[in-house]
């Protein structure tokens, strides 16, 4: 099977390309030069927002992963309009380009942001989504294409929405990474982790891998067009307790967290009901956040 994986330079995209190369025929798209030795020879260069690069990766594939997007919250409130032609139009482009040359499968990956401030956790597929940033509601968007192109067209399309994802190719330089990232790149400084707020919100962590396990589940996975999927741990941790387990890791228990003031607009708890996509695709996570830690930390 040809797969197409936009964004392969990217930290999820990377970890999807080298999971299926060994039974797929896999090509990547990328605005960024690949870092990864394992992608570089299969990633071109090009930009989703631009329909010629999108229409000349397309042809003959069989199956498209779209993992390309502006991710940053920040960055969409600062360019809500770079964010949109990335995350709205570039998505079209690629939906439209797609469908024309007979790709059979369009797997959307989205985000929690889309569902805002949950009313309930865990939170199902059903919750109503109402993002709190342009980003989530970019990606909204972006689903809603995704999903109306399974009407409209012959290509089917799967979306999956990770909640919380880490690995050590997060970039602990870069002011947009997660909280995980930033915790083990403070106490491999020596320093404590910082806290913003109290500590007691809650966060649904998965490894980048488990991630790229459940897209590949999705790829082959008859009968699910048309389904949006959560793609969680299903378990729920507090910020303190990450960054508990994050200097238990570093060996330096002398180290205390650092409390400042809480983000504004942070959602309270953020916790992922995963029944779905065990009942569909057989998915279960299998990287702990205590292995997952320890392996930034080595």
Partial sequence: MKVLVTGSSGQL????????????????IDNKPATYDSVKALTRMGDIRRM???????????????????VSVERSTED????????????IN???????AGVSRFIYISSAAVYGDPLRTPIDESHPTEPMSNYGASKLSGEKFSLAFAHT????????????FYSERADPKSPYSGVITKFVARVRAGDPPVIEGDGTQTRDFIHARDVARMIEMALTKKGISGLVLNCGSGSSTSIAD??????AASGRPDLKPEFVAPRKGDIKHSLADTRLAQERLGFGPKVSMKDGIAELLS
Avoid: W
Wanted: aromatic share 2%.
């Fill in 80 to 91: 809500p309009v770079a964010d949109a032609e990335t995350n709205v139009l570039g998505t």
């Fill in 242 to 247: 990450l960054a508990d387990v994050a200097i």
């Fill in 13 to 28: 995209g990377s970890y999807v390309c080298e999971l299926l190369l060994d039974k797929h025929d896999v090509s990547g």
């Fill in 94 to 100: 690629l939906l439209h380009a797609a469908s024309k």
């Fill in 52 to 70: 010629s690069d999108v229409e000349s990766v397309v042809a003959d594939v069989d199956v498209v992963v779209h993992c390309a997007a502006q």
């Fill in 153 to 164: 067209t012959s290509m089917e399309s799967v979306v999956i929405r990770p909640f919380n």
